[in-house]
Structure formats: structure tokens, C-alpha cells
């Protein structure tokens, strides 16, 4: 299973001495099949979810929600980075 990492550009050299890999098109520090996951708790955005596969299999076998919608604007941004044709929430 892969997992990006928050990495601050100061932590770069933390996370490869540890075994990470850089993605250069999205620009993210990534693990990808790593047993333990305790060295890289702090670069891990969400460890709860990380924590509980189950949860995310359950949560993927869920049917799509087909309904119109706003569709993706196709920036190429990270999920918690903002994007210019997202409206702010106040």
C-alpha cells in the first residue's frame, strides 16, 4: 500500500535515509509496502486511517455516488493543497 508523506523540504533527507521514495511528478515523498510504520508517523497526514485497513475496505466497497455534481477541475494539486477554481471556505 502506498502512503504519501507530509515532508517539510528540512525533513527530506530524514525520510530517504528511512526509505522513502520521491514522486516527482506529484512532487510527495511516498512509502509503499513498509511493515512498520512508526519511524514515519509524523510525515503520515491522517495515521488513524492508515491504522485501520478494514475500515478503508469497508469504506471502498461502498457504492459510487453518481449524482451531478461539481466535477474535478483536473489542477494538479494535492488533496489538501488548494486549488484555484476551489471555492474558500470560511
Known sequence: MRINLITPFAEKDQVKALGARWDSQKKVWYIK???????????????????????????????????????????????????IHTPSVI
Do not use: M, N, Y
Open 33 to 83: 509496502d513498509v511493515e512498520d510504520l512508526t519511524p514515519f508517523h509524523r510525515w503520515i497526514p491522517d495515521p488513524a486511517a492508515v491504522a485501520k485497513p478494514s475500515a478503508q475496505l469497508r469504506e471502498a466497497s461502498r457504492p459510487v455516488d453518481t449524482s451531478p455534481g461539481p466535477a474535478h477541475c483536473g489542477c494538479d494539486v494535492l488533496p489538501w493543497e488548494p486549488c
